[in-house]
């Protein structure tokens, strides 16, 4: 069973927001809401580093532990994706997230906040998979159309890689190997955890610089 | 319209107001919905080509072959 997850490689990416434009355009995202942003560290200085960040599909995602009306569910490729016909707004999700991945839509009467928004990793929602009404809540649902992320696929320098955590941590593993440095600043085990057993999620065979 | 005529429609219009109002309570049981399996989909006119709608093990195999692309050390 395949466990989606995204790492995105330090060492590659070029702050060209092309991820964010690509996650804006294909899910028609709202006005004001961002559910991919690139983050810069030592921005200015020599030997910066971009990632770019969304929702990372936690395996324990704290979102789901506080929300109050219990709208979030995991699919079974490790997806984390909510109900926004049961989500009321509240924001307690987005003060549990630490990667400030859920996004609230503030167009409403006295900076009235909607309901959460946030990347479904191109997986959409509830609703009938490509129908009219799960795009028009959640955006498009290229998992079921048999594709990966659109961020992730049309990285023009591949740093952001989409897929089966398998198969993506051997990618990067191979990237790291065969330049010889790379995962320091942004790895698989910093963005997911060193494994260890028993744990959901853990990767076998983890590499000694990943 | 005298006052009293008045009155009774603004208080019509006023009883009336919520009818237009979104029922907005939980079903019982639990609200929220059953997502299906990723794999089925009716044709939307967006399918990948290479794979076959509702075959799990087709939809697997896609979605791997389709992660390569990612991979520049990936055999060509």
Redesign the interface.
């Known amino acids: 069973m395949a466990r989606m997850k995204f790492i995105c490689d330090a060492e590659r990416c070029i702050e060209c927001n092309g991820c964010v434009t690509a996650c804006k355009a294909e899910n028609d995202v709202p006005w004001g809401v961002n559910r991919r942003r690139v983050v810069t560290l030592n921005d200015g200085v020599a030997g910066e580093r971009s990632i770019s960040v969304a929702c990372m599909h936690c395996s324990d995602a704290p979102c789901m532990a506080v929300c109050p009306v219990d709208c979030f569910y995991r699919t079974a490729e490790g997806v984390v994706l909510h109900d926004k016909d049961i989500c009321i707004g509240c924001g307690y999700c987005s003060y549990a997230c630490p990667f400030g991945a859920p996004q609230f839509p503030s167009n409403g009467a006295f900076g009235l906040r909607g309901k959460m928004d946030k990347c479904t990793f191109c997986a959409g929602g509830p609703e009938a998979n490509g129908s009219e009404a799960e795009f028009e809540k959640y955006g498009r649902n290229r998992l079921a159309e048999g594709k990966l992320p659109a961020c992730a696929e049309m990285c023009s320098t591949k740093a952001l890689l989409g897929g089966d955590g398998d198969v993506i941590a051997d990618i990067l593993r191979t990237r790291v190997l065969n330049r010889g440095k790379g995962s320091e600043v942004w790895g698989w085990g910093t963005a997911y955890g060193k494994p260890s057993a028993g744990q959901p999620g853990a990767q076998p065979q983890e590499g000694k610089k990943s | 319209m005298s006052p009293a005529r008045l009155l009774v429609v603004a208080a019509t219009a006023l009883a009336l107001a919520a009818c237009g109002e979104r029922v907005q309570t939980?079903p019982v049981g639990g609200?929220?919905?059953?997502?299906?399996?990723?794999?089925?989909?009716?044709d939307?006119g967006?399918?990948?080509p290479?794979?076959t709608?509702g075959n799990e093990a087709s939809?697997?195999a896609?979605?791997?072959k389709?992660?390569?692309?990612?991979?520049?050390?990936a055999p060509r």
């Open positions: 939980m609200a929220k919905k059953a997502d299906e399996p990723v794999w089925q989909i009716t939307n967006y399918l990948a290479g794979w709608p939809w697997n896609q979605l791997r389709r992660a390569q692309a990612q991979n520049d050390y």
